[in-house]
């Protein structure tokens, strides 16, 4: 087994996430797919419900409509609280092992050590590896080591947010771009249609990103958004039929 001699050996292999940003950037094509099949399934489960009350293209439309906005803002919003408490937990950490290397940097330098050693190294070496590293960059050093963090990737409640509302909105609009283009007789069996291909794509490209089976991971998102369509359908046609709608 050959060992890299320079970190141009690492860029020889550029599918490897030998990096935090490329890690970081999976984690946002995951959060944009799951965004999208929210906004498939929850788009495409309330206007095919309205279409089973009610064959008023108006009606679809203006619930259709509002399920869209409402639908990327809800997304949104939960978004940015969620990754503003991260992110305020990320700096919470950052600060506070700043303090601890301006007011103990030789028990610094001894945890950090003593982690190489928990790792597998000898001493000696977890001792040259500290101090080389905490001469470089002692704060970078430390937050990866101990904390898994990168002063550089604090993450952005602000993208997060605008990354989910555009996701979903991209998501929603092929439910309801199907429910409304086609003739009243088959815009019902065409929305199926193209919410199950969507939902199929969604599921691969997800199940690649997270390097798991396709299949399986196809399979769970088609039956469950299929069900979603059904049981709204079915509500929505009772409805319609018992004169409530």
Same mark, same amino acid.
């Given at each position: 087994?050959?060992?890299?001699?320079?970190?141009? =050996?690492?860029?020889?292999?550029?599918?490897?996430?030998?990096?935090?940003?490329?890690?970081?950037?999976?984690?946002?094509?995951?959060?944009?797919?799951?965004?999208?099949?929210?906004?498939?399934?929850?788009?495409?489960?309330?206007?095919?419900?309205?279409?089973?009350?009610?064959?008023?293209? #108006?009606?679809?439309?203006?619930?259709?409509?509002?399920?869209?906005? /409402?639908?990327?803002?809800?997304?949104?919003?939960?978004?940015?609280?969620?990754?503003?408490?991260?992110?305020?937990?990320?700096?919470?950490?950052?600060?506070?092992?700043?303090?601890?290397?301006?007011?103990?940097?030789?028990?610094?330098?001894?945890?950090?050590?003593?982690?190489?050693?928990?790792?597998?190294?000898?001493?000696?070496?977890?001792?040259?590896?500290?101090?080389?590293?905490?001469?470089?960059?002692?704060?970078?050093?430390?937050?990866?080591?101990?904390?898994?963090?990168?002063? =550089?990737?604090?993450?952005?409640?602000?993208?997060? *947010?605008?990354?989910?509302?555009?996701?979903?909105?991209?998501?929603?609009?092929? #439910?309801?771009?199907?429910?409304?283009?086609?003739?009243?007789?088959?815009?019902?069996?065409?929305?199926?249609?193209?919410?199950?291909?969507?939902?199929?794509?969604?599921?691969?490209?997800?199940?690649?990103?997270?390097?798991?089976?396709?299949?399986? *991971?196809?399979?769970?998102?088609?039956?469950?958004?299929?069900?979603?369509?059904?049981?709204?359908?079915?509500?929505?046609?009772?409805?319609?039929?018992? /004169?409530?709608?």
């Amino acid at each position: 087994m050959t060992t890299p001699s320079s970190d141009s =050996d690492f860029a020889r292999q550029p599918d490897e996430p030998h990096s935090g940003s490329l890690a970081g950037r999976l984690n946002w094509l995951r959060a944009g797919v799951l965004g999208a099949n929210d906004g498939i399934v929850s788009v495409a489960a309330i206007v095919v419900g309205v279409a089973g009350a009610s064959s008023s293209t #108006p009606a679809i439309l203006a619930a259709g409509s509002a399920a869209l906005i /409402g639908g990327a803002i809800s997304m949104a919003l939960g978004e940015y609280v969620s990754v503003s408490s991260q992110r305020d937990s990320q700096r919470s950490l950052i600060e506070k092992e700043r303090v601890e290397l301006s007011t103990d940097p030789d028990g610094e330098l001894l945890e950090l050590a003593g982690l190489y050693e928990a790792r597998g190294l000898t001493p000696d070496t977890a001792h040259r590896v500290a101090v080389e590293l905490t001469e470089r960059d002692a704060l970078r050093a430390h937050l990866a080591m101990e904390l898994n963090i990168d002063e =550089d990737d604090v993450v952005s409640p602000w993208s997060a *947010a605008g990354a989910s509302a555009l996701s979903f909105l991209i998501g929603g609009i092929l #439910p309801l771009l199907a429910i409304l283009l086609p003739p009243e007789a088959v815009r019902v069996p065409v929305t199926f249609a193209v919410v199950i291909l969507a939902l199929a794509a969604t599921g691969v490209i997800g199940a690649r990103l997270g390097g798991s089976p396709a299949v399986r *991971a196809t399979v769970r998102v088609v039956v469950g958004g299929a069900l979603a369509l059904v049981a709204t359908f079915v509500v929505g046609s009772l409805l319609g039929t018992a /004169g409530v709608v």
